[in-house]
């Protein structure tokens, strides 16, 4: 493992292929999303143990709606489910949970859960998680731009980091690496913003399948590259 000044501080992860997981095992899709769900407790376990004091996930896009309706129920029954039952080991280890994206339109069940999971966990300090869950990239530049819009701020006084204040992840640091997993290579309307300098890593293993192993070879990959941030 690299020297603690070369890990990253944080690391945000789209996590793909729960759905081909469980097709190619002949199982529900559905059953691909409770291992993935599974899998979180490993890399979560994987931050703490090596030090990364910030960990974000791409739970659920605002896209995802579109997806059928019996798999999208399925996702908020899983959801529900998992914020009671995992929020609790989570708490234990000293894990706080944040919320990244809008509440709106999401069903109570999930709200409450959501809310009551921020609520236990706020004043935990090992390691923050940070759920993007019915989160999209553009809709929070454009919720920004409103609030911006909304304070009567004047045209000149905002700067890059009047947006970044107006964002979800207003005060904590931009992500270091980006790890998506299951063969693909793109953001998918994640955190467009805040990865403007991130390092990537792309790894062909589907979610539920990407150990401890596989995140130590990301961290190694984001540890030998040199970040110049548009410098020499």
């Known amino acids: 493992m690299p020297q603690p000044e070369l890990l990253p501080r944080?690391?945000?992860i789209i996590m793909d292929g729960n759905g081909r997981w469980a097709e190619r095992r002949h199982l529900p899709r559905l059953a691909g999303?409770?291992?993935g769900v599974r899998n979180m407790h490993r890399i979560v376990r994987a931050c703490v143990n090596v030090g990364?004091?910030?960990l974000t996930v791409y739970a659920f896009s605002t896209e995802n709606w579109g997806r059928p309706t019996e798999e999208v129920d399925g996702l908020m029954e899983i959801f529900a489910d998992a914020s009671e039952r995992e929020t609790r080991n989570l708490h234990r280890n000293g894990v706080r949970i944040k919320?990244?994206?809008s509440l709106e339109n999401v069903p109570l069940a999930q709200r409450r859960a959501i809310e009551k999971a921020v609520e236990l966990t706020k004043d935990n300090d090992q390691l923050q998680l940070n759920v993007a869950f019915n989160y999209g990239g553009r809709a929070e530049v454009v919720r920004a731009v409103r609030e911006i819009?909304?304070?009567q701020l004047s045209a000149d006084a905002v700067d890059e980091q009047t947006?970044?204040?107006h964002l979800y992840t207003a005060g904590m640091p931009d992500p270091d690496l980006v790890i998506r997993t299951a063969g693909e290579m793109r953001l998918s309307n994640f955190l467009l913003w805040q990865t403007s300098y991130s390092e990537y890593y792309f790894s062909e293993k589907m979610w539920p399948d990407f150990g401890e192993e596989e995140f130590a070879r990301a961290i190694d990959a984001f540890a030998s590259r040199r970040r110049k941030f548009g410098r020499l």
Do not use: E, L
Request: hydrophobic fraction near 50%; aromatic fraction near 0%.
């Open 52 to 54: 990364i004091p910030m």
């Open 33 to 35: 999303h409770r291992a």
């Open 99 to 101: 919320h990244i994206g």
């Open 163 to 165: 947006i970044a204040d």
């Open 149 to 151: 819009v909304q304070s």
């Open 10 to 12: 944080h690391v945000a």
